[in-house]
């Protein structure tokens, strides 16, 4: 007899069974975006400076719609950085390297210009990727995290739908 995953893991996994389907489906969503927005805009091999240039290019193409990326920079400013002061939970993003001070500026509410606020709201959904899959996720807590994820999931698909909607190499559209 084969178990599906999800009834697995509510035997088997401390809060597991505790999540929503709201929840669950978040998190679910997350990976199918995640593995669809690193094939299209990172060639299969996401990292810090190939998000970064993807940003770059789709600010260059002319179709960074920074103003599709307001909402979601609001809830990690909410999470992250209420009234512009970083609180303790920004470490659990265990951001470290040359993309944290972006992230930090952009959260605290300095000036920045479009690619720079999508590179660290990407850097962010890099990071909650990094915690889900390498397991810091199920050490620290996988609760609490619908809102991080539905807000990951919007960033993804609209960056998808900007890179789209770029130019091709023969200058045509992209958009079928």
Known sequence: MTMEATTWLQHAVAGFAALTSAERRA?????LLWSLFEARLTACNASIPEIEAAMTRLEAAGVLDVARLDRPLRHFRDRYAPGGVLIPRFEALRLNGHGRPLVERVLTGEPAGP?????ALMIIVYRLRNNLFHGNKWNDGIQ???ANFQTANRILMALMDMHRAGPTPDGGSAAT
């Open 144 to 146: 609490d995290q619908r």
């Open 27 to 31: 998190i679910r969503d997350f990976t």
């Open 115 to 119: 690619a720079e606020i999508a590179n």
